[in-house]
């Protein structure tokens, strides 16, 4: 059974999943993601896009000042982020757009902001080429991502578990991150592998 899932599909995955989703994310904060989504989000300024927000797990970290749009695929998931954003007392624009065609003009954002989501788009490098196009000159697209593993044993693990895992929620968790940023023509000028090289944090222009 092939797991490469349509956009429609991560959609239906994603709405069905919406509800369970703090589970995961309690997963990710006790393995120090909430670490990693503040170190990166510090570098964030101006006018800023999210794409993938799902439900708004970056958003209590955003630096005062910005002007943050954000999109998901997901109408039950953006539901969520909607909530969150409003107990933060957040004033966030939300719309619902495919990141692999996003609705914006060239060079509309000073910031563009995605994390852990390039294992689950159907065309990454469509997405992240999507990311370069809508951020102006001089701007930055921060990403956090998770990907195979440097660890011999435990990207040997995530190789053979990858078809059972990608049916999930069609994430493929052994793609790599920096190899699709470089495909897709971006520059990264900073990025940092942690927790047994798993996760990236990259800066990319």
């Not at 793609?175 to 520059?187: I, K, Y």
């Amino acid at each position: 059974m092939s797991t490469d899932f349509t956009t429609e599909e991560i959609k239906q995955k994603y709405d069905e999943s919406a509800s369970k989703y703090a589970l995961m994310e309690r997963v990710q904060e006790f393995i120090g993601v909430r670490r990693l989504r503040r170190r990166l989000l510090r570098r964030v300024s101006g006018t800023v896009l999210e794409v993938a927000c799902g439900t708004g797990a970056n958003f209590p970290y955003y630096p005062d000042g910005c002007e943050i749009t954000a999109v998901d695929v997901s109408p039950e998931m953006m539901d969520i982020a909607k909530q969150r954003a409003e107990k933060l007392g957040l004033d966030i624009d939300f719309q619902l757009m495919d990141a692999e065609t996003l609705a914006f003009p060239d060079e509309h954002f000073d910031t563009v902001v995605s994390t852990l989501t390039v294992c689950t788009y159907p065309d990454p490098i469509a997405a992240l080429c999507e990311m370069e196009r809508v951020c102006r000159e001089g701007g930055r697209v921060l990403l956090l991502e998770h990907g195979r593993s440097d660890n011999r044993l435990v990207g040997r693990f995530q190789d053979v578990r990858e078809q059972a895992h990608a049916k999930q929620l069609g994430c493929h968790w052994n793609r790599e991150p920096l190899e699709l940023v470089e495909q897709a023509g971006l520059c990264p000028i900073a990025t940092r592998r942690t927790f047994l090289g798993i996760f990236h944090e990259i800066e990319a222009k």
